[in-house]
């Protein structure tokens, strides 16, 4: 049976709408885990940089885990993907309301919420993806918005919850909400059908492999059971052997009738060993070689001196550019700003400007006469100024006006897939990406204890944001160093030789007869 085509529409804008919900749902808490960042804080009495690894961990994990994440989302489609882990959401937030430590904050909220995270966001990404073909840039950027619009909301509520309820009430309720989750899951219908195992596409594609591996087994299915018959042989004698004592070949030859029943039985069972046995031989070569070449294909990325500027890039961005969206709201604390003072969260102002940014500059880099590339470093080395200036930040509306530009900043998550796109080509984008997206979940899981251990060290965040400054700085001109030639000899077509030199040449020649 043939599988559907997108129809970019109908019941695909329900997945759109559920999509964006359950990044709504899911991302809210853990990126505006700020607010109960300084919770912990005071109620576990831990320093900065052991405690920041819970936030840390709960958004990088996702990231790290991605190659896992798209093989369930592989294997058992969106659906139940979606409804799997509405569970481990809502169930880490619930459970850590109950940590009776640090250490199994990290377990709870760490690593079950943000590999809930991590599994919702694929299963999204890829059921809208198969929902939409020609709309299918304006659907993603649609869901995408989830998780900027909850960072937003949830910095407030989750502030207002624990005012009313505690800590404690607030992971329950906020739990309690993620179960929501379940019921945009459910509405997550496959497109494809139910009949229908493997796309038609990828069985046609693999008719050429199954019919070699089929016309070699039928080359060397006479070898296979020859050795079999052999041992089969050694074994039957032995056991004549032992039980007679003595050896006769003439034994052999005499057969009865139930004797020749079971010599045909065994007959096929040698068949049906000898035919498996070799499926499973050329089966580990097939997986050996989709190996070797998966590695080949990373060794040949990895040769491309843009995408290792790139890799390095997006690494140092995550360790520097991540904390301040955890850590503002103590930033505005130890600088002995009033919480009477603040008529909205930090965060939630990081939040609704990256919902702007995210707007802003992709529609920016589908201008022909904007290079996405540069419009990528160049946000990035203002924001490294952004987070230098964080240390001379000592009022409400100075930090406002940073997490603004920071928020607005962040949102070059929008135009980082069409830098890798323009980098290694459509055809290696997923691969790319996948490397990339690990590197990334790398730095956010290690930027906020490091920028945590500065304060633990010095009691002040004035040297950890430089060092953050300095690590985006670093990177985006790294990404420039590598990438200016050869962006501009990918996408600057030289002129064709003019006939002036012919001619030149012709003249030359005859000047010397």
């Known amino acids: 049976m043939e599988f559907k085509k997108p129809p970019d529409g109908g019941w695909g804008w329900v997945i759109v709408l559920a999509s964006l919900f359950t990044q709504f749902l899911c991302y809210g808490s853990p990126l505006a885990v700020g607010v109960l960042y300084i919770e912990w804080l005071d109620a576990f009495g831990e320093g900065k940089g052991k405690t920041a690894w819970v936030g840390s961990l709960a958004s990088g994990v996702g990231l790290l885990a991605s190659p896992v994440c798209s093989l369930c989302v592989s294997s058992f489609g969106a659906r139940a993907v979606t409804i799997f882990s509405g569970f481990m959401v809502a169930g880490g937030l619930m459970l850590s309301s109950f940590a009776p430590n640090i250490y199994f904050l990290f377990f709870s909220y760490g690593i079950v919420v943000g590999l809930g995270c ?20 304006l659907a993603l950027g649609l869901i995408s918005t989830g998780s900027s619009i909850g960072l ?76 079999l018959e052999k041992t089969y042989r050694g074994e039957e ?153 964080i240390p001379f930040a000592k009022s409400y509306v100075t930090l406002a006006l940073l997490s603004g530009i920071l928020g607005f900043l962040t949102g070059n998550w929008s135009i980082f897939p069409y830098v890798t796109t323009k980098t290694v080509g459509i055809e290696k984008l997923a691969h790319a990406y996948g490397i990339l997206m690990f590197f990334a979940g790398l730095g956010n899981s290690l930027g906020p204890p490091i920028v945590g251990w500065f304060y633990d060290w010095t009691h002040t965040y004035d040297i950890a944001f430089y060092f953050s400054g300095f690590c985006v700085l670093l990177g985006g001109f790294i990404l420039l160093l590598a990438a200016v030639p050869s962006w501009d000899a990918c996408n600057k077509q030289l002129p064709k030789p003019a006939p002036a030199t012919f001619l030149y040449k012709v003249a030359s020649n005859s000047s010397n007869v």
């Open 152 to 227: 937003f909301i949830y910095a407030a509520l989750q502030r207002l919850l624990i005012e009313f309820y505690g800590l404690d009430g607030c992971l329950l309720i906020v739990g309690a909400l993620a179960l929501n989750i379940l019921a945009c899951g459910s509405l997550m219908r496959p497109l494809q059908s139910s009949d229908c195992t493997l796309p038609e596409k990828l069985a046609l594609e693999n008719i050429p492999d199954r019919y070699s591996i089929y016309n070699e087994k039928e080359k060397n299915l006479e070898e296979n059971i020859n050795i």
């Open 237 to 389: 004698t032995c056991k004549s052997t032992l039980a007679s004592g003595d050896w006769k070949p003439e034994s052999l030859l005499h057969k009865n009738p139930t004797t020749m029943a079971h010599t045909k039985e065994t007959e096929t069972y040698k068949k049906k060993v000898a035919e498996r046995t070799y499926f499973c031989k050329q089966l580990a070569k097939r997986k050996w070689r989709l190996y070797k070449n998966y590695c080949e294909e990373t060794m040949a990325l990895f040769k491309n001196k843009v995408f290792l500027a790139l890799f390095i890039t997006i690494f140092l961005f995550d360790i520097g550019g991540f904390p301040p969206s955890l850590l503002m709201e103590d930033v505005a604390r130890s600088s002995n700003v009033k919480e009477e003072e603040f008529p909205m969260p930090l965060i939630s102002i990081i939040g609704i400007m990256t919902a702007v940014g995210k707007l802003i500059l992709g529609i920016l880099a589908d201008f022909k006469w904007i290079n996405t590339l540069y419009l990528y470093v160049a946000t990035l080395i203002i924001m490294s100024l952004a987070l230098c200036a």
């Open 118 to 137: 991590g599994l919702l966001y694929t299963a999204t990404v890829t059921i809208t993806c198969q929902y939409f073909d020609s709309r299918r840039g």
